[in-house]
C-alpha cells in the first residue's frame, strides 16, 4: 500500500476540542491488509517555518493506536543513527543550548512554550518576535522555532496517548523540572 501524505491543521478550541479534532482525522484513514508493505501509513504535514516543516507519521513502532512520531522536515538529530523525530531528550537539549546560546531571548520561548502548553481558546501562537536559535550535532544554527512547534505536537501526541492519566502535563512537568518552562 502506498503512504499517503495529508495536509492537516489543528482548529481553533481548547485542548479537548483540538485531540478530539486530530482523533476524527484518523479515524478516516485506510485500513491496511497486514503488516510490512500491506500496512497503510500517512505522513501529515502539520506545521511549517522557513525551510523547516513538521509532519506527524502512522503508525508508529509501538502502534499505541492513536500515536504518532513527531517529525521535522529539514534537519537531522543524531544518537547512533541520523533521525528526524526528535526524542524529549532531543528537544531538552535544544533548549538548554538556546538558553545558553541566547540567554536574553530565552525568556519569550519559555512564555511561548507555557502558551502552547495552556492552548486553551487560542489560535496559533505567533512566535515571529523570537529571535533565537540552536545548534545541532553538527554545530548548525536552527531557529528555534522549529523546537516550539515540535513540542505543539508532542504536547497532542501526549494528549492522544495518555489522556486518561495526565496527558500533555507528563512533558510539561519535566521541562518544569529542568528549569525549561
Same mark, same amino acid.
Given at each position: ?15 479537548? $476540542?483540538?485531540? $478530539? ?19 497503510? !501509513? ?39 543513527? !541520523? ?60 531557529? +528555534? $522555532?522549529? +523546537? ?9 501526541? $501526549? ?23
Amino acid at each position: 500500500m502506498p503512504t499517503y501524505t495529508c495536509n492537516y491543521r489543528l482548529p481553533s478550541g481548547n485542548r479537548y $476540542q483540538k485531540r $478530539q479534532a486530530l482523533i476524527t482525522c484518523f479515524l478516516t484513514e485506510e485500513a491496511g491488509i497486514g503488516r510490512g508493505d500491506d500496512a497503510s !501509513r500517512y505522513q501529515y504535514n502539520v506545521e511549517s517555518y522557513g525551510d523547516y516543516g513538521i509532519f506527524l507519521k502512522r503508525p508508529t513502532q509501538l502502534n499505541k493506536g492513536f500515536d504518532f512520531t513527531v517529525n521535522i522536515q529539514g534537519m537531522y538529530f543524531k544518537k547512533n543513527r !541520523r533521525y528526524s523525530n526528535p526524542s524529549h531528550n532531543d528537544i531538552f537539549e535544544a533548549l538548554i543550548c538556546c538558553r545558553n546560546e541566547c540567554p536574553d531571548e530565552y525568556n519569550a520561548v519559555r512564555e511561548s512554550i507555557v502558551s502552547i502548553y495552556e492552548c486553551d481558546d487560542c489560535d496559533d501562537i505567533d512566535l515571529s518576535h523570537i529571535n533565537a536559535y540552536f545548534l545541532d550535532f553538527e554545530g548548525t544554527k536552527h531557529p +528555534i $522555532q522549529i +523546537i516550539l512547534l515540535a513540542i505543539k505536537w508532542l504536547f497532542m501526541e $501526549q494528549d492522544c496517548a495518555y489522556w486518561n492519566y495526565s496527558g500533555r502535563r507528563m512533558l510539561f512537568e519535566r521541562l518544569s523540572e529542568s528549569g525549561l518552562v
